[in-house]
T-cell receptor, first 114, second 113 residues
Framework: EPEVTQTPSHQVTQMGQEVILRCVPISNHLYFYWYRQILGQKVEFLVSFYNNEISEKSEIFDDQFSVERPDGSNFTLKIRSTKLEDSAMYFC????????????FGSGTRLTVV | DAKTTQPPSMDCAEGRAANLPCNHSTISGNEYVYWYRQIHSQGPQYIIHGLKNNETNEMASLIITEDRKSSTLILPHATLRDTAVYYCIVRVGSGAGSYQLTFGKGTKLSVIP
């Protein structure tokens, strides 16, 4: 069964550093998403991406964050100047042409900011 | 905030059917009901979705009331691997509107041997 692949599985970074979280969505999917989950809290929407541009973003997704689809397969989330409160699981997801269908989530990247 | 209400936890005996309820009394005509689950800290897993008709797939069945104000997810023969947090989410399926998933706290289902 097709999977959404995320790398790395765990990233430790120092406060103030920049990190890039990488995702390979399912190949024929056209909608891409980032969600995060702080330990013990709800899964929160960050951003959706379609047709090479952001289609929706939450209040969390401020200027500290950016997304990019640098080639035909990767989808990245960049977090600039990381803060302790950015520590969380970050999940990438993709869905096919019709958003009505369910998403497929990746297994996540655990980001720890120290 | 999430537009759905779910019990915080439920237990189910292994091999029995698990029936997980969800209230969504403010659902709009173009909104679908989606169910996802999350096992430990893994990524959420899509289970099933529906608009107004009952739906069944290899994982589960979804029963939506006629007025669409509530639904029930049925796992016909629960196994220990079905222990997870189950999320009921309403969202537009297409056209105008937000496609983001708004997760609540869900129902923690514990399948007991």
């Amino acid at each position: 069964e097709p999977e959404v692949t995320q790398t790395p599985s765990h990233q430790v970074t120092q406060m103030g550093q920049e990190v890039i979280l990488r995702c390979v969505p399912i190949s024929n999917h056209l909608y891409f998403y980032w969600y995060r989950q702080i330990l013990g809290q709800k899964v929160e929407f960050l951003v959706s991406f379609y047709n090479n541009e952001i289609s929706e973003k939450s209040e969390i997704f401020d200027d500290q964050f950016s997304v990019e689809r640098p080639d035909g397969s990767n989808f990245t989330l960049k977090i600039r100047s990381t803060k302790l409160e950015d520590s969380a699981m970050y999940f990438c997801a993709s869905s096919p042409t019709a958003p009505r269908r369910g998403y497929t989530f990746g297994s996540g990247t655990r980001l720890t900011v120290v | 905030d999430a537009k759905t209400t779910q019990p915080p936890s439920m237990d189910c005996a292994e091999g029995r059917a698990a029936n997980l309820p969800c209230n969504h009394s403010t659902i709009s005509g173009n909104e679908y009901v989606y169910w996802y689950r999350q096992i430990h800290s893994q990524g959420p897993q899509y289970i099933i979705h529906g608009l107004k008709n009952n739906e069944t797939n290899e994982m589960a069945s979804l029963i939506i009331t006629e007025d669409r104000k509530s639904s029930t997810l049925i796992l016909p023969h629960a196994t220990l691997r079905d222990t997870a947090v189950y999320y009921c989410i309403v969202r537009v399926g297409s056209g105008a509107g937000s496609y983001q998933l708004t997760f609540g706290k869900g129902t923690k289902l514990s399948v007991i041997p």
